[in-house]
């Protein structure tokens, strides 16, 4: 498909455990975003990343939370030692470029619950 | 603090009418707004964007309008149809980064009665 994938859908793990969340862009966009949605919430801003350029870290709510994007494609959001409170959807989204007039395309995330 | 709010949670209408969407915001840094129609255990999906130098941006039945001196942005969908029935988030960025980070508001919940 041409969209946003993530992997896995779903996610049960237990309160201590250390998961990883997949997102493979839309080929050739340049920027890549993780946002995340708690229950009844809106989206929440985590992290982007444009290009080559230093990630934006400004959204990441602790340091057990932490991004990485190989050969500017696939990101890996890993989160150590979870805890309940990050139960949430998480979502990538992906664009040509982080300007204006590019808007983000979104996946259809990864529902996470930690028991 | 909420620096987007979408103060209405719901909103219910009959279809052919015409759908409002109300959305405020708090941060004047703003420049750059969107709206997105969620379905669920679906991303959210593009629908309309406007920049600050416009106040009205249309595409088909979607028309966004925006007034920066009261800091609010709408969404007007005419005519409504029954497979407009999703929640609508507005979301807004700035240039300070790099539009990169949009900031949502919570969401209203729309419903189109056939």
């Known amino acids: 498909g041409a969209g946003v994938s993530q992997s896995p859908s779903n996610k049960v793990t237990e309160k201590g455990k250390d998961v990883e969340l997949r997102c493979d862009p839309i080929?050739?966009?340049?920027?890549l975003y993780w946002y995340r949605q708690s229950l009844g919430q809106g989206l929440e801003f985590l992290i982007y990343f444009q290009g080559n350029s230093a990630p934006d870290k400004s959204g990441l709510p602790s340091d057990r939370f932490s991004a990485e994007r190989t050969g500017g494609s696939v990101s890996t959001l890993t989160i150590q030692r979870t805890q309940q409170e990050d139960s949430a959807v998480y979502l990538c989204?992906?664009?040509?470029?982080?300007?204006?007039?590019?808007?983000?395309?979104f996946g259809d995330g990864t529902r996470l619950s930690i028991l | 603090d909420q620096q987007v709010k979408q103060n209405s949670p719901s909103l219910s209408v009959q279809e052919g009418r015409i759908s409002i969407l109300n959305c405020d915001y708090t941060n004047s840094m703003f420049d750059y707004f969107l709206w997105y129609k969620k379905y669920p255990a679906e991303g959210p999906t593009f629908l309309i964007s406007?920049?600050?130098?416009?106040d009205k941006n249309e595409d088909g039945r979607f028309t966004v309008f925006l007034n920066k001196s009261a800091k609010h942005l709408s969404l007007h969908i005419v005519p409504s149809q029954p497979g407009d029935s999703a929640v609508y988030f507005c979301a807004a960025s700035a240039q300070g980064t790099s539009y990169g980070k949009l900031t949502f508001g919570q969401g209203t919940i729309l419903t189109v009665h056939p």
């Open positions: 406007i920049s600050s130098i416009k």
């Open positions: 080929s050739g966009h340049t920027a």
């Open positions: 989204a992906s664009s040509l470029r982080s300007q204006i007039n590019q808007p983000q395309h």
